[in-house]
């Protein structure tokens, strides 16, 4: 049953499309959350070159738009799972970034009590199902949630993030067709950062176009600047109208990039220095939408440079709870594996 809240929560999202929509405080608050998700990754990053983080580790920065956009689109009941690059992910979600941190170091303060580490972190009570480690397994995983949502008879939807690279796996497709067979409620979020794990869009995919993957399936797609995040915000609403309607799935491809190697081990020698700090000084998502508060006088240059501050500051103090945390229990191994589905 459609409820009286989420035709409230539909007829705003008609409202505040197109860049008019994004108001002063909801502004800041997008910038700010940018901030934070930089930050937080550049903090990630010095804790890992000091041996404070192990194992994989696959940072966000450079993409930051495309999660707080679609995120600013989407209410409470909704869902959001992706792949192993998901920091920015669970923190857009409103998770603890002291509790993501601690997870990194695999702390028991951690948001999945130190067990997951940096690809596997849940944070369902804010609507967070993970991070996974395998390649394209958001996909049938994100499906199935927008299956249950639709079997229980509600109008939420599923953010299924994937990238360029996961395009290419077998079950995106079938559970395109799953999808499609059903009209589920479910985003297909492709975030085309270009290079997957190190090889170019161009070199491993016959046809590179990603939007129009699902057009077989009869799947609706559109391409996206995913550096603007005014633009994905505005495809994120659209998106998101079109899903809860009972319209069925679509796909956005979110043309964007990632500045650092795919994880903290890879050197990214399959591009030039060149590229990536021209895509920095033309096209940084955090820079562009700066100039947009500014323009619209919602701030100052000093507001937000003390903004940045405040956040560094933050990040600091999440570093020191990380850090101080215990490490968890041997017992804690075995809990958590199995669940008794009443929940």
Same mark, same amino acid.
């Given at each position: 049953?459609?409820?009286?809240?989420? *035709?409230?929560?539909?007829?705003?999202?008609?409202?505040?499309?197109?860049?008019?929509?994004?108001? &002063?405080?909801?502004?800041?608050?997008?910038?700010?959350?940018?901030?934070?998700?930089?930050?937080?990754?550049?903090?990630?990053?010095?804790?890992?070159?000091?041996?404070?983080?192990?194992?994989?580790?696959?940072?966000?920065?450079?993409?930051?738009?495309? *999660?707080?956009?679609?995120?600013?689109?989407?209410?409470?009941?909704?869902? *959001?799972?992706?792949?192993?690059?998901?920091?920015?992910?669970?923190?857009?979600?409103?998770? @603890?970034?002291?509790?993501?941190?601690?997870?990194? +170091?695999?702390?028991? #303060?951690?948001?999945?009590?130190?067990?997951?580490?940096? +690809?596997?972190?849940?944070?369902?009570?804010?609507?967070?199902?993970?991070?996974?480690?395998?390649?394209?397994?958001?996909?049938?995983?994100? #499906?199935?949630?927008?299956?249950?949502?639709?079997?229980?008879?509600?109008?939420?939807?599923?953010?299924?993030?994937?990238?360029?690279?996961?395009?290419?796996?077998?079950?995106?497709?079938?559970?395109?067709?799953?999808?499609?067979?059903?009209?589920?409620?479910?985003?297909?979020?492709?975030?085309?950062?270009? $290079?997957?794990?190190?090889?170019?869009?161009?070199?491993?995919?016959? #046809?590179?176009?990603? $939007?129009?993957?699902?057009?077989?399936?009869?799947?609706?797609?559109?391409?996206?600047?995913?550096?603007?995040?005014?633009?994905?915000?505005?495809?994120?609403?659209?998106?998101?109208?079109?899903?809860?309607?009972?319209?069925?799935?679509?796909?956005?491809?979110?043309?964007?990039?990632? $500045?650092?190697?795919?994880?903290?081990? @890879?050197?990214?020698?399959?591009?030039?220095?060149?590229?990536?700090?021209?895509?920095?000084?033309?096209?940084?998502?955090?820079?562009?939408?700066? @100039?947009?508060?500014?323009?619209?006088?919602?701030?100052?240059?000093?507001?937000? &440079?003390?903004?940045?501050?405040?956040?560094?500051?933050?990040?600091?103090? *999440?570093?020191?709870?990380?850090?101080?945390? @215990?490490?968890?229990?041997?017992?804690?191994?075995? #809990?958590?594996?199995?669940?008794?589905?009443?929940?």
């Amino acid at each position: 049953m459609v409820t009286p809240e989420a *035709v409230i929560r539909k007829a705003k999202q008609l409202e505040h499309k197109g860049k008019s929509a994004l108001q &002063k405080d909801e502004a800041l608050t997008c910038y700010r959350m940018m901030l934070l998700i930089r930050r937080f990754e550049e903090k990630a990053g010095q804790l890992y070159g000091m041996g404070l983080i192990g194992g994989f580790c696959h940072l966000y920065i450079g993409q930051e738009a495309v *999660v707080v956009g679609m995120q600013s689109c989407v209410g409470e009941g909704d869902s *959001v799972i992706t792949s192993y690059r998901d920091h920015g992910h669970i923190l857009a979600c409103g998770s @603890d970034p002291k509790a993501v941190m601690a997870e990194l +170091m695999g702390k028991e #303060t951690g948001i999945s009590k130190g067990k997951g580490g940096s +690809m596997h972190m849940f944070d369902t009570a804010r609507g967070f199902y993970g991070g996974h480690g395998i390649v394209g397994a958001p996909v049938p995983l994100g #499906t199935g949630i927008a299956f249950a949502n639709k079997y229980r008879k509600t109008d939420r939807v599923c953010l299924t993030y994937f990238g360029d690279g996961a395009a290419n796996q077998g079950q995106v497709y079938e559970a395109f067709n799953m999808a499609s067979l059903w009209k589920l409620p479910v985003i297909y979020i492709i975030e085309n950062n270009e $290079y997957a794990m190190g090889t170019s869009v161009a070199r491993s995919s016959a #046809t590179t176009e990603l $939007y129009q993957r699902g057009a077989s399936f009869g799947i609706e797609g559109r391409q996206v600047d995913g550096m603007d995040l005014l633009k994905v915000r505005e495809a994120g609403l659209e998106a998101v109208e079109h899903a809860r309607s009972g319209a069925g799935p679509i796909i956005l491809e979110m043309k964007t990039y990632r $500045y650092r190697g795919h994880s903290m081990s @890879d050197p990214a020698k399959y591009r030039s220095r060149e590229e990536v700090e021209n895509i920095r000084e033309t096209r940084d998502a955090i820079t562009h939408f700066k @100039d947009f508060i500014l323009e619209q006088k919602f701030a100052g240059e000093a507001n937000l &440079k003390e903004m940045d501050k405040q956040i560094k500051a933050d990040m600091n103090a *999440v570093a020191e709870f990380a850090k101080v945390s @215990d490490e968890p229990e041997v017992s804690e191994m075995y #809990t958590d594996v199995y669940t008794s589905g009443k929940e």
